[in-house]
């Protein structure tokens, strides 16, 4: 079993059991393989499973929560050398979040999102490059957001044009 999940050192402080825990996305960062596509997937389902779209308090309150428990989670895991730890995927949260704003939630439109999420993601398009660039809990998570933002404005354009 633990050849599936590479677990971190034990945590010896609260503040550091919160970085693995809302760092890792509550688990879904530990996978030995492609962890930020899990956590992406984790964040989508748990939001379908709420039920609120991206258009709603509901919605903008998980965002912020989100955002606001990231940036120190990610500071808390980040090390000198491994400024952004593959584990830490709570920023892959906040990014196909913000991909999937003013969208219904149904599965079509979370996968489209996921997708294209995870291509930009890779991609790093300016200036979400220059973003990842910064070396702390910021950097880490507002580079995904970066790329979020082109993904929603994508994708909304293609909902408002043609499934409106």
């Known amino acids: 079993m633990s050849g599936l999940i ?3 050192p034990r945590p010896e402080s609260a503040k550091d059991w919160f970085g693995e825990i809302v ?3 509550f688990g879904s960062g530990l996978g ?3 962890p930020a ?4 997937a984790a964040a989508l389902i748990l939001y379908f499973l709420l039920g609120f779209d991206g258009d ?3 919605f903008w309150v998980l965002l912020a929560i989100t955002i606001a428990i990231g940036i120190p989670a990610a500071s808390i895991l980040s090390r000198p050398g491994d400024e ?5 995927v709570i920023d892959e949260w906040a990014g196909v979040y913000v991909t999937v704003a003013f969208l219904p939630n ?3 439109w979370l996968l489209a999102g996921f997708f294209v999420f995870r291509v930009l993601d890779i991609l790093k398009p300016w200036p979400a490059n220059k973003i990842d660039a910064i070396h702390n809990g910021f950097g880490v998570v507002f580079d995904d957001i970066a790329v979020g933002i082109y993904g929603a404005i994508g994708l909304n354009v293609i909902y408002l044009l043609f499934f409106d």
């Not at 596509?37 to 992406?40: D, E, F, P, V």
């Not at 952004?84 to 830490?88: A, F, I, L």
Request: glycine fraction near 16%; charge should be positive; proline fraction near 12%.
């Open 6 to 8: 590479k677990l971190p």
């Open 23 to 25: 760092g890792t996305g």
């Open 32 to 34: 030995p393989v492609a």
């Open 37 to 40: 596509t899990w956590g992406s």
């Open 56 to 58: 709603t308090v509901g």
């Open 84 to 88: 952004d730890p593959k584990r830490v």
């Open 106 to 108: 149904e599965w079509q």
